[in-house]
């Protein structure tokens, strides 16, 4: 399939993986500036972007397998995994099975958050659709504006909790947080920090799900802090 990407820089391999719903360009400050010192590889992950989908997809380790066939024809082994949402997932998910060196999570999903009563209505409901002559519900925004390819993988991620896994993450981990992040809350970060055996959690303050873009300056700055001591190390 065809894969939209860009390597640019020389030096330890660094993998950028963008959220749901987004692409590269979202990580364009982050390699412009990891270029100078990295090899930096920025992708639209499968369905996103430029970037085909998955053909004959079937379940979310068809995606993590999909990824691994992009590192290896590119030589980007034991690379630096930095993820946004979404990517987070995926990076846990590809640590879990193959070998990489450090990962930076920022807004990470993985954990299952608890039903509140909005969403056991709206299972309630969806039930009920199939003998009743009820509305279905909508779904979620993201479930709305998916595309065939795109709702099956958010069928299968958002029901899937990494959290029984978290404590085989062995490699070191830098979480970055928005405190007030309403998508992927601060508490999963705490949570994610207390299973992950060599996690360590960063929140900026005041900031959303997407504080890695609205401070890129500023997470630039702590990344590079990261991996320049964790290099050293």
């Known amino acids: 399939m065809n894969i939209h990407y860009q390597i640019a820089g020389s030096g330890r391999n660094v993998i950028l993986l963008h959220g749901w719903?987004?692409?590269?360009?979202?990580?364009?400050?982050?390699?412009?500036?990891?270029k100078e010192h990295y090899r930096v590889a920025s992708l639209d992950l499968f369905g996103f972007g430029e970037?085909?989908?998955?053909?004959?997809?079937?379940?979310?380790?068809?995606?993590?397998?999909?990824?691994?066939?992009?590192?290896?024809?590119?030589?980007?082994?034991?690379?630096?995994?930095?993820a946004h949402s979404f990517g987070a997932r995926l990076a846990?998910?590809?640590a879990l099975k193959y070998s990489v060196s450090a990962m930076i999570l920022t807004g990470a999903a993985g954990?299952?958050?608890?039903?509140?009563?909005?969403?056991r209505w709206r299972q309630t409901c969806h039930k009920l659709s199939r003998w009743l002559p009820l509305p279905k519900p909508k779904g979620s925004y993201d479930y709305q504006h998916a595309d065939v390819f795109q709702r099956k993988v958010l069928v299968q991620v958002v029901n899937e909790d990494l959290t029984?896994?978290?404590e085989k993450i062995k490699v070191p981990v830098?979480?970055?947080?928005?405190?007030?992040?309403?998508q992927t809350p601060l508490w999963m970060g705490k949570k994610m920090e207390a299973l992950m055996p060599e996690a360590c959690l960063i929140v900026l303050e005041q900031e959303d799900h997407f504080a890695y873009y609205h401070q890129s300056g500023r997470?630039?700055?702590?990344?590079?802090?990261?991996?320049?001591?964790?290099?050293?190390?």
């Open 51 to 82: 970037s085909e989908a998955i053909e004959n997809y079937d379940t979310f380790d068809d995606y993590v397998e999909a990824f691994h066939q992009f590192v290896l024809d590119h030589e980007l082994t034991d690379p630096i995994l930095i």
């Open 21 to 34: 719903g987004q692409n590269c360009t979202m990580m364009n400050p982050l390699q412009q500036k990891l």
């Open 164 to 166: 029984p896994v978290l």
């Open 219 to 233: 997470f630039c700055a702590i990344v590079s802090a990261f991996l320049e001591g964790w290099c050293l190390s």
């Open 111 to 119: 954990i299952k958050p608890p039903l509140t009563w909005q969403k």
């Open 174 to 182: 830098l979480l970055i947080w928005g405190e007030c992040d309403d």
């Open 92 to 94: 846990i998910r590809y």
